[in-house]
């Protein structure tokens, strides 16, 4: 199994950002994709959950409002569009796929089975 996450760089606050994480190795409308982040000397923290028919997403407050989460089954791709980005915002972005057949929503990096490599984001004031 793999999840390629792409799309990050350098940008200014307030611009935007759209990821990608393309998925194989496993049957991709079976399971659910978040997006998590990683700031230096911070933990692994939750950014968006979508689930496997994108009928259901979810995300963090700080998040809520100016990303938005969501996922094409025939290209075995998920997607995070980031728009009005602030400072806070840089960190390293991981997408990642729980267990297959997940219904509810998880937001804790424990639940994940599978991760990508991850893509740098910096955002500049």
């Known amino acids: 199994v793999q999840l390629q996450a792409s799309g990050g760089g350098l940008v200014q606050a307030g611009g935007s950002l759209r990821l990608s994480c393309a ?8 399971y659910a994709l978040g997006w998590f982040r990683q ?6 923290e939750f950014v968006a959950f979508i689930g496997r028919s994108s009928g259901s997403t979810n995300y963090a407050d700080s998040v809520k409002g100016r990303f ?6 025939a290209k075995n791709t998920a997607y995070l569009q980031m728009n009005d980005l602030k400072s806070e915002d840089t ?8 267990f297959p057949n997940i219904r509810d929503v998880r937001t804790t ?17």
């Open 23 to 30: 998925a194989s190795g496993l049957s991709f409308y079976l």
């Open 39 to 44: 700031a230096p000397g911070k933990e692994r």
């Open 68 to 73: 938005t989460i969501s996922r094409d089954n």
């Open 91 to 98: 960190a390293v972005y991981y997408c990642a796929a729980p």
């Open 109 to 125: 990096p424990g639940d994940y089975r599978y991760w990508g490599q991850g893509t740098q984001d910096t955002v500049s004031s």
